[in-house]
């Protein structure tokens, strides 16, 4: 199965698809990790929150819409202006939601997801994220990761077999939400709508980050 099932019937339908098997393939490995963790092997720290405080910008960045809030991935969202939304049918223990540029060559996405354990953004990436990526691709190639204890989020670049993903994924408790800005990887990419995307990610994700 895909992460993204690309169709030929327009532009901005190559974005449609995701099947939730990061969530699924996840399941399954943090229950291994449960167990080895009752042995007393610490798989992990959990993040330390920071001191900084974020506050919602007062003036937007050009391409760029305020926060609306969506029930279905409890967050509130940028919305790049004028992006085309595209809603992907629910699993039972994920939701997700694209917006696609008018190129079609670009996305903004965010995946609200929930787990069995509070584990950390780490593991859910190592183990859930990469695995899924790569059966759903072929190929998972982390090309950047780093932990940002501002926002106390994971920052990654992967590029699969047909996607690169800039993302930040955050982990609170028993939630997660995945918000990135995505390319197609046989395209080139649209430097304007990638910068739209991207300032998007971040100011989304600072909204949760506080």
């Known amino acids: ?5 690309p ?8 974005w449609a698809g995701y099947d939730g098997a990061m969530v699924r393939t996840f399941v399954l ?10 042995t007393g092997c610490r798989a992990g720290r959990a993040p330390t929150a920071s001191n900084a405080t974020i506050s919602r910008p007062t003036i937007l960045p050009f391409g760029v819409d305020g926060a609306v809030f969506v ?9 790049p202006t004028g992006w ?22 670009t996305a903004y996405g965010v995946i609200y997801f929930r787990l069995p354990l509070p584990v950390g953004a780490e593991l859910a990436f190592q183990y859930g994220f990469l695995p899924a990526m790569k059966k759903a691709e072929g190929e998972a190639t982390v090309l ?23 993302s930040v994924m955050q982990v609170r408790g028993l939630s997660g939400w995945t918000y ?10 649209d430097v304007a709508e990638l910068i739209v995307a991207e300032q998007a990610r971040e100011l989304s994700s600072r909204e949760r980050g506080r």
Do not use: C
Request: glycine share 6%.
């Open 1 to 5: 199965m895909e992460m993204y099932r």
């Open 7 to 14: 169709v030929a019937s327009g532009a901005n339908d190559v």
């Open 29 to 38: 490995l943090v229950l291994v990790l449960a167990a080895s963790a009752v």
């Open 71 to 79: 029930a279905e991935l409890n967050a509130s969202p940028f919305i």
């Open 84 to 105: 085309t939304k595209q809603d992907h049918p629910p699993k039972s223990n994920s939701t997700h939601k694209t917006w696609v540029s008018p190129s079609g060559n």
């Open 144 to 166: 950047d990761q780093q932990w940002d204890g501002k926002s106390r989020s994971l920052r990654f670049v992967v590029q699969g077999g047909k996607y690169k993903l800039r």
């Open 180 to 189: 990135y800005a995505g390319t197609l990887k046989d395209r080139p990419e």
